[in-house]
């Protein structure tokens, strides 16, 4: 099972939006409402941000959102803020595994 | 609120077995929810390992299966994982988790860091 891909960085102002792609196949990401969005700050565990495609857990700002359309899903930070700066990933269940990671992007605040 | 605590040995020589363990506090292992291993290789991506039900049953990465066990032991609230022959590319921060249920894991541990190395 290859990782699902995403862009190795992605960038924005404080403010502005950044939306970050998660592309997959129709054995992962397109057959399943099961994908997920990790934050990492460096050193740190993972946190999660986004389940199910689009729901955030308790506690995650509404400025954090999911989508998915097809084989690719997104995460999309609205109002970046400082603190936003991290690796995010993705997850998707998987025919052949219930979690397949994806590849990671460092999200920089300009 | 949900804690877990992962604990072991730091250096395993290669061949060799990595064993780890996972303390968990606030929940109980006993109750419906799944309990899994991540690892995340130094500067790399993140890796699932496997994970175990409430009632023992067992999902392993099919990449790493024939080296993969984790189990539960109930009475201590925690669960365990052994990795067998291992080599340099096992070197890892290795995390313990909870599953939502959701396909989602919403309580890590710190993370422990296993370097193989002889």
């Known amino acids: 099972q290859s990782a699902l891909t995403q862009p190795p960085s992605a960038s924005g102002s404080p403010g502005q939006s950044v939306t970050i792609s998660c592309t997959g196949t129709?054995?992962?990401?397109?057959?399943?409402?099961?994908v997920s969005w990790y934050q990492q700050h460096p050193g740190k565990a993972p946190k999660l941000m986004i389940l199910?495609?689009?729901r955030r857990p308790s506690g995650v700002p509404d400025r954090f959102s999911g989508s998915k359309s097809g084989n690719t899903a997104s995460l999309t930070i609205s109002g970046l803020q400082a603190e936003d700066e991290a690796d995010y990933y993705c997850?998707?269940?998987?025919?052949?595994?219930?979690?397949?990671f994806g590849t990671g992007t460092k999200v920089t605040v300009l | 609120q949900v804690q877990l605590q992962e604990s072991g040995p730091g250096l395993v020589k290669p061949s060799g077995t990595l064993s780890l363990t996972c303390a968990v506090s606030?929940?109980?292992?006993?109750?419906?929810?799944?309990w899994c291993w991540v690892r995340q290789s130094p500067g790399k991506g993140l890796e699932w390992i496997g994970e175990?039900?409430?009632?023992?049953?067992?999902t392993y990465n099919p990449s790493l299966k024939s080296r993969v066990t984790i189990s539960l032991d109930k009475s201590k609230n925690q669960f365990s994982l052994n990795l067998s022959s291992v080599t340099a590319a096992d070197t890892a921060v290795y995390y313990c988790?909870?599953?939502?249920?959701?396909?989602?894991?919403?309580?890590w541990g710190q993370g422990t860091l296993v370097t193989v190395s002889s």
């Open positions: 988790g909870r599953s939502s249920g959701f396909y989602a894991i919403d309580y």
């Open positions: 129709s054995s992962d990401v397109g057959a399943y409402n099961y």
């Open positions: 997850t998707s269940r998987a025919d052949s595994n219930p979690y397949v």
């Open positions: 175990v039900y409430h009632s023992g049953t067992t």
């Open positions: 199910e495609v689009n």
């Open positions: 606030g929940a109980s292992v006993s109750n419906a929810h799944w």
